[in-house]
T-cell receptor, first 115, second 113 residues
Framework: AQSVAQPEDQVNVAEGNPLTVKCTYS??????LFWYVQYPNRGLQFLLK??????LVKGSYGFEAEFNKSQTSFHLKKPSALVSDSALYFC?????????????FGTGTQLKVEL | NAGVTQTPKFQVLKTGQSMTLQCAQD?????MSWYRQDPGMGLRLIHY???????DQGEVPNGYNVSRSTTEDFPLRLLSAAPSQTSVYFC????????????FGPGTRLTVT
């Protein structure tokens, strides 16, 4: 069975500092990995994905994530945080060989960027 | 393009009532899915469809029915509402069930009293 873990319920960072939101996964095959962001009272918006190829993936709004197969991680990063980045972030995984068509989400990490 | 639309935005039901949450997309996506979002639990898959006439169960299907008669529409039916179904419901679609990112609707906030 596929699963994903976001070990931090909340991450606080000062504006201008780098930020990291952690995600680890478990699948039987090679994973497809996704990050989504949710602003208050809105649906989820796609940020970036890893399917294959370069381990460093760049996405929207200056976010990037690094796929690390040995550590089964896909941490979300941004070099310089903005107050407007404050939102709820979800990591998601799909196992195309063992998980079929299902996408499994983590429980979410609340990012708070302060002045 | 309107993207993924959901109606209603808010709904209050009494225990035992039934209702249908509507979802439509205008992107010609084959894959559509329904999730519920509860605090501290992330998003959990209720039902999904890989094309018109094809549906399958997700992680938490009990108490919900779906059908997919057209590519555009994927309604979610609550058969007999229970307080445990109080949640925010999101519909999503994608062009590929594997590699494609999902596009989400704005959500329906449902309260069952």
């Amino acid at each position: 069975a596929q699963s994903v873990a976001q070990p931090e319920d909340q991450v606080n960072v000062a504006e201008g500092n780098p930020l990291t939101v952690k995600c680890t996964y478990s699948v039987s095959g090679n994973p497809y990995l996704f990050w989504y962001v949710q602003y208050p009272n809105r649906g989820l918006q796609f940020l970036l994905k890893y399917i294959t190829g370069d381990n460093l993936v760049k996405g929207s709004y200056g976010f990037e994530a690094e796929f690390n197969k040995s550590q089964t991680s896909f941490h979300l990063k941004k070099p310089s945080a903005l107050v407007s980045d404050s939102a709820l972030y979800f990591c998601a995984v799909r196992d195309p060989t063992g998980g079929g068509n299902k996408l499994t989400f983590g429980t979410g990490t609340q990012l708070k960027v302060e002045l | 393009n309107a993207g993924v639309t959901q109606t209603p935005k808010f709904q209050v039901l009494k225990t035992g009532q039934s209702m249908t949450l509507q979802c439509a997309q205008d992107m010609n996506h084959e894959y559509m899915s329904w999730y519920r979002q509860d605090p501290g639990m992330g998003l959990r898959l209720i039902h999904y469809s890989v094309g018109a006439g094809i549906t399958d169960q997700g992680e938490v299907p009990n108490g919900y029915n779906v059908s997919r008669s057209t590519t555009e529409d994927f309604p979610l039916r609550l058969l007999s509402a229970a307080p445990s179904q109080t949640s925010v419901y999101f519909c999503a679609s994608s062009y590929s069930s594997g590699r494609g990112e999902q596009y989400f609707g704005p959500g329906t906030r449902l309260t069952v009293t």
